[in-house]
C-alpha cells in the first residue's frame, strides 16, 4: 500500500460534480490539494471548465476560478490512476416519492473506480443507505478481480445556501474507517477543515447520517403538529418553539421553527432508507412511519390557509380568478433547485385551480416547461406583488426583508400575506394594514406574527 507521504503529494479525485461533489472539489483546493474531478456528464464537465457549476451555491463559482489552476475536470476516469484518495460524491437522486436511486450511483463508482491504483483509499460521501460501502468493496473487488482497494465513509454535510462555510469549518465530522492507517490519513486530510473528528466504524458512520436527518425531520413535523393546534386553542407556535429551545436539554439550535413541511428530498430519503431497514429485518418502523405521514400531510397548510380565507370561488374551483403573488420558488435560500420545491408544487395547484398566479425568485430566471403560459415569471417581488389579493411567501430569501412595508402594502390589492414559516415577521407582521398570516398564528389573529 502507498506510504502516507506519497499520498500528500499526489492528486485527489473527486467523483460526481454536481452540488456535493462541487463542493468538495472547490474546497479540496483551497486547502492546497490537486484535485481531479471526474463526472460521466459531458455538459456538467464542460460547464465547470468555463467556471460554471451545475447549480447555484453563493461563492462557489468564484472559489472554482480562483483555484482552477489546482483542478482538472474530465469525464475521463482514466486519470484517477494518478490518485491514491478518491472522494465519491455523486448526489443520490430520488423520485417524487421520496425513493433513493441507489444503484445509479453505486453503477457508475464502481466503473469509475476501475482505474484507481491498488491500495487507493476511496471515502464515500454519497447519501446512500448503510451497508453500500461494504456492497462497493465487493463490487471493486470482484471488478479489479483484487480487494485491494481501502474504503471509509465521510457522510456529506452539504448545507445549501451555506456549504462552503459548513465544509470549511465543520461542527464535527463523522469519519467511518477500517483500519488505523485509514484514520491517520483521514485525520491529516480532514484537519484543516475541523478539529472535532468523530471516529468510528463504517456502518456506524453510514447510520449516524440516517438517524441525524430522520432526527431533524421529527422535529420538523413534531412542531408542525404542534403548531395546528396551537392555532386552535389561541396559543403561538413562535412562542412555544422559543420556550422549547431556551430548554438546555433542547437548545436554540433545534429544528423546531414552525413552518412549512421539509423537502428538497434529503431528509426524507433518510427516513425512506431506515423503514426500508426496517422492513427487511421484519422490524416495526411505527415512529419513522408517522413522520413520513405528519409531513405528508402538513405540506397541505398552505393550501388550507388560502382556501380557508380566500376560498369563496365556483363550486369545485374556489380560487377560481384570485390573483396570488409567490415570493420564492427554489425549495431553500441560497440555491436555484427548483426539482422538489413545495413553491413549485403550490405554482401547479394554483394554477389548477383556476388561481392567477405571478411570482418572483431572485435567482430563478426560467419556470419548469409545464408551468410556462399559467404563471408569470415577475423580474422584481413588487411587480409580482401588483394587484395581488393575496402574497405568499415561500423561500426566506433574505432580499424580501428588504422590500419596504409601505410599498408592498400600496402593491397588493388584497391585504393577506401568508408565510408560513414567518419568514418576514419583523418587516411585515406589525403592519396594521395587513393580515399576516404563519404556521401557528392563533385563528382570530391575523395581524401579528
Known amino acids: 500500500m502507498p506510504a502516507l507521504d ?126 453500500s460501502v461494504e456492497s462497493l ?35 464535527r465530522i463523522v469519519v467511518g474507517v477500517r483500519s488505523e492507517e485509514d484514520r491517520e490519513e483521514l485525520a491529516e486530510l480532514l484537519a484543516p477543515f475541523c478539529e472535532h473528528l468523530e471516529w468510528m466504524r463504517v456502518e456506524s458512520a453510514e447510520m449516524t447520517k440516517h438517524a441525524l436527518n430522520s432526527f431533524l425531520a421529527t422535529e420538523v413535523v413534531f412542531i408542525n403538529e404542534l403548531a395546528s393546534i396551537c392555532e386552535s386553542v389561541g396559543a403561538d407556535a413562535g412562542e412555544v418553539s422559543r420556550g422549547l429551545k431556551s430548554e438546555r436539554r433542547i437548545g436554540p439550535r433545534a429544528y423546531l421553527g414552525p413552518g412549512e413541511s421539509f423537502a428538497g428530498g434529503t431528509l426524507a430519503r433518510d427516513i425512506g432508507f431506515l423503514r426500508g431497514l426496517a422492513a427487511r429485518h421484519g422490524l416495526p418502523d411505527h415512529l419513522l412511519a408517522g413522520v413520513a405521514e405528519g409531513n405528508a400531510a402538513h405540506r397541505n397548510w398552505t393550501r388550507r390557509k388560502l382556501l380557508e380565507l380566500l376560498g369563496g370561488g365556483e363550486e369545485g374551483r374556489p380560487l377560481a ?55 408569470e415569471l415577475c423580474s422584481t417581488a413588487l411587480e409580482a406583488a401588483g394587484g395581488a389579493d393575496v402574497l405568499v411567501v415561500c423561500t426566506a430569501w433574505p432580499d424580501y426583508r428588504e422590500v419596504a412595508g409601505e410599498a408592498l402594502c400600496s402593491a397588493l390589492k388584497g391585504t393577506l400575506v401568508i408565510d408560513p414559516a414567518g419568514a418576514l ?25
Open 321 to 375: 380568478g384570485v390573483s396570488v403573488a409567490i415570493w420564492g420558488l427554489t425549495y431553500k435560500p441560497g440555491t436555484d433547485t427548483l426539482r422538489r420545491s413545495g413553491a413549485i408544487e403550490l405554482c401547479r395547484w394554483l394554477a389548477g385551480a383556476g388561481a392567477l398566479v405571478r411570482a418572483h425568485d431572485p435567482v430563478v430566471s426560467a419556470l419548469p416547461a409545464d408551468l410556462l403560459g399559467k404563471i
Open 425 to 449: 415577521v419583523d418587516s411585515l407582521g406589525a403592519l396594521a394594514q395587513l393580515s399576516y398570516v404563519r404556521v401557528g398564528t392563533p385563528s382570530g389573529e391575523l395581524r401579528r406574527g
Open 137 to 171: 468493496r465487493a463490487r471493486c473487488a470482484a471488478r479489479r478481480g483484487d480487494d485491494d482497494l481501502r474504503f471509509a465513509c465521510v457522510p456529506e454535510n452539504l448545507r445549501l445556501g451555506s456549504a462552503l462555510d459548513a465544509f470549511h469549518a465543520a461542527d
Open 6 to 131: 506519497a499520498n500528500k503529494s499526489a492528486p485527489i479525485g473527486v467523483v460526481g460534480l454536481w452540488h456535493l461533489g462541487c463542493v468538495t472539489a472547490a474546497c479540496l483546493a483551497d486547502a492546497g490539494h490537486s484535485v481531479l474531478a471526474i463526472d460521466p456528464d459531458r455538459i456538467v464537465v464542460e460547464g465547470l471548465l468555463a467556471g460554471r457549476p451545475p447549480v447555484h451555491e453563493p461563492g462557489l463559482s468564484e472559489l472554482l476560478v480562483e483555484h482552477a489552476a489546482r483542478m482538472r475536470f474530465s469525464t475521463d476516469p482514466a486519470l484517477l490512476a494518478e490518485a491514491s484518495r478518491v472522494w465519491i460524491t455523486f448526489d443520490t437522486p430520488v423520485d417524487d416519492d421520496d425513493n433513493a436511486d441507489v444503484e445509479w450511483v453505486m453503477a457508475r463508482s464502481e466503473e469509475l473506480l476501475a482505474p484507481l491504483r491498488c491500495g487507493a483509499l476511496v471515502i464515500v460521501s454519497s447519501q446512500l443507505p448503510v451497508g
